[in-house]
């Protein structure tokens, strides 16, 4: 599975920004998937997780509440819609996909059980 990350840009504080996450070489459909990020100078860390089902959602606290991640089965396509966007997000975004044989909270944010990760999307909000 190749994935390919886009929609980062610069926005203000409180706007919004969707990113998409497309796939090519197989259906994302059997794929729990999660976004990531990584701030300037800091380690990657876990934004939010879609099972492969899509009726099991799991977000960081810093995001939930104001990101969601959704699918589009016919593009084999997720997205991360952004929403109130802070300072604080800043970042590089990518999108993983990850077995669907780890279910449980237990496997969210570890990222050595994603397989397949996107280049990463540059999201910059500015105050």
């Known amino acids: 599975v190749q994935l390919q990350a886009s929609g980062g840009g610069l926005v203000q504080t409180g706007d919004s920004l969707r990113l998409s996450c497309a796939a090519s070489g197989r259906s994302l459909g059997n794929y729990n998937m999660a976004w990531f990020r990584q701030a300037p100078g800091k380690e990657r860390e876990f934004v939010g997780r879609l099972s492969w089902s899509g009726d099991d959602t799991h977000y960081a606290d810093s995001v939930n509440g104001r990101f969601t991640i959704s699918r589009d089965n016919a593009r084999n396509t997720v997205l991360l819609q952004m929403n109130n966007l802070k300072p604080e997000d800043t970042a590089v975004y990518y999108c993983?996909?990850?077995?669907?044989?780890?279910?449980?909270?237990?496997?969210?944010?570890?990222?050595?059980?994603?397989?397949?990760w996107g280049q990463g999307t540059q999201v910059t909000v500015s105050s």
């Open positions: 993983a996909a990850q077995s669907s044989l780890y279910s449980g909270s237990l496997w969210y944010t570890r990222e050595r059980t994603y397989d397949y």
